[in-house]
């Protein structure tokens, strides 16, 4: 007599954003048994037709969660400790020793601190900040950077690995954090860098050809310019990483910084970059857009007229003041 096979518990998903629903489909294919919730009904239905139950609540997603492990997909801090500690959040359904995931990008002291909200409940937590594009969620090729006990992340690997390609354990709760802000650091800054050296090319006479052919050739080479080529050849930036949520990732980059004591300058600069491209009207594109900045002359060098006597002195619209009003501040909302 052939033995029956065992079906898979079943896991929660909170939170069927862009990410979160390209992260849960990747799961329903891999075959894990769902319950979800979503606030937003019609970003539910393509995981109900392939068989996902469907909750009415955060705490319901987690009370009918059998594996005892529920993600979380939300893109800020504030949002993230409500959907699990709320009044009808996850942490009000897990049973005790449940493992709550926490996917989206905060900042190192927040998932601390809810961290230890989750523990006060008899719960586990465990970070996993993602790094990747929407488009690589879909195809299983984002990577994992996980915080807390050992046991814990050990616990949710395994579900981890069928979403993406490859995880990172790093330690207690909050370095994954850190780490997913430091990498949102070097890659922001990268392309905001990669902007002004095209500007200063096309000033004198390079086309954007030429110079990302050299760029790729040589030291400046870079996955994430390899990436964004087409998309600044063709001044076209589709979002994969939206320049929103870049944004909002850079003010927390540079918020955690200073708590930290330190004063990131080119960090600052970014944020200031990606301003002035939000305020360009570029709110639907990808974080790329920010290469643009420069060529609609935002950041381009300007003549002012001096006084009567004096030379004529050249300033740049991207030198404002070290900080200006409620930049870089703690607890920013996610933009509109």
Excluded: C, W
């Amino acid at each position: 007599m052939m033995a029956a096979t065992q079906t898979p518990s079943r896991v929660g998903f909170v939170g069927l954003g862009t990410m979160g629903q390209a992260l849960a489909l990747r799961l329903v294919a891999n075959g894990i048994p769902l319950v979800v919730y979503n606030r937003s009904p019609e970003r539910v239905r393509p995981l109900e037709e392939k068989g996902a139950l469907v909750a009415g609540t955060p705490r319901e997603a987690a009370r009918k969660a059998s594996a005892g492990v529920v993600f979380v997909a939300t893109t800020d801090g504030k949002t993230q400790r409500r959907v699990i500690l709320g009044r009808s959040g996850v942490a009000r359904g897990l049973p005790a020793g449940g493992v709550v995931v926490g996917l989206g990008t905060i900042a190192p002291e927040e998932s601390r601190s809810l961290g230890k909200a989750v523990a006060a409940r008899g719960l586990r937590y465990v970070e996993a900040p993602m790094g990747g594009s929407a488009e690589q969620a879909a195809n299983g090729q984002v990577a994992f950077y996980l915080g807390g006990e050992e046991e814990d992340v050990a616990r949710v690997v395994p579900l981890l690995e069928k979403m993406g390609r490859r995880t990172f354990p790093l330690g207690p709760v909050g370095r994954a954090s850190a780490m997913k802000l430091a990498l949102n650091a070097l890659t922001v800054g990268y392309i905001a860098l990669a902007g002004e050296a095209l500007a200063l090319g096309e000033r004198h006479g390079l086309t954007r050809e030429q110079q990302l052919e050299v760029f790729l050739d040589g030291a400046a080479r870079s996955v994430m310019l390899e990436r964004k080529k087409g998309s600044i050849l063709a001044r076209n930036y589709p979002s994969a990483f939206g320049l929103p949520l870049a944004l909002k990732d850079e003010k927390l980059i540079v918020s955690t910084a200073r708590k930290a004591g330190l004063s990131l300058g080119m960090s600052q600069a970014s944020l200031r970059l990606l301003k002035q491209a939000l305020a360009q009207g570029r709110g639907k594109e990808d974080f790329a857009a920010v290469v643009e900045v420069h060529s609609q002359g935002a950041g381009a060098t300007t003549t002012t007229t001096a006084p009567p006597g004096g030379p004529e002195a050249p300033t740049r619209a991207t030198d404002p003041p070290e900080r200006r009003a409620g930049e870089g501040d703690p607890g920013i909302a996610p933009p509109p």
